[in-house]
């Protein structure tokens, strides 16, 4: 454990290719057509985008595109609908794909008393329940205007790419008390070195071409990341208890052992005489 008497760490995630093994949002298009967001042709569509997103292909003009396409395809969709499908669908889309690895390193940080903050370009209205999923302390990810008749306007309010992400690992630091020297982050893309190189030690997992030489050029620990499974699945299980939850559990198996040695020592006496 950390000695917390010392200024405090966090880790830092990024979410698509990094913990799960597609991208958020693309992976809920389905979901979306069969609750009457998009249509076919839109199904077919994020179909080709996820197709471009996991051969590694999407460089930061196409990321731009996407980015555009997805935010006029969201025009108009009801915010709570949204929300509404992917909490019904969150578990049979998002729990198979989740990386085996990156759930052991999750299990890792909060056991080292970090916190565990997930960064994505995804929606907060889809990564917000991903971070609960995997039980992450905090999560930044990028915001939609949202209208006063509860509808997504097609404006972006906050947008987390790129620089930005570096950004706002800084303002959490600042607000949080984090040391960034002693800070770790996580990621698959070149459009993230501003945030890897913004703390101590930046990770490359499952890197696109671009990160792979950065984080060689660097020194850069790269990690393979290529088994996903189910979070129930896992041994031991995932659920982390809250770091209070931890102590209390502690403080239990304390208040028994010693129990359990007035037994022995009040047994041993009574045989003894």
Known sequence: MENHSM?????FFDLDKTVIAKSSTLTF?????????????AVLRTAYAQFVFLAGGADHDQMERMRAYLSALCRGWNVQQV???VAETLHDLIDPIIYDEAASLIEEHHTAG???????????EVVEPIGELLGADRVVATRMVVGDD????????????GPTKAEAVRELAESEGYDLSRCYAYSDSATDVPMLESVGHPHAV????????????????????????????????FSVPP?????????????AATAGLVWYANKRRTTVA
């Open 150 to 161: 509860g509808c997504f306007t097609g404006d972006v309010e906050y947008y987390a790419y």
């Open 29 to 41: 298009s389905k979901s979306f057509y069969q609750g009457g967001l998009i249509n076919r042709r």
């Open 206 to 237: 499952n890197p696109d071409r671009a990160l792979r030489r950065e984080a060689l050029a660097r020194g850069w620990p790269i990690l393979d990341f290529h088994r996903p499974v189910r979070l129930k699945q896992r041994i031991p299980a």
């Open 114 to 124: 970090r916190d565990v903050v997930i960064v994505s370009t995804s929606g907060a």
């Open 7 to 11: 200024p405090r760490t966090a880790a």
């Open 83 to 85: 929300k509404e499908i």
């Open 243 to 255: 770091r209070p939850a931890l102590v209390a559990v502690a403080a239990i198996g304390a208040a």
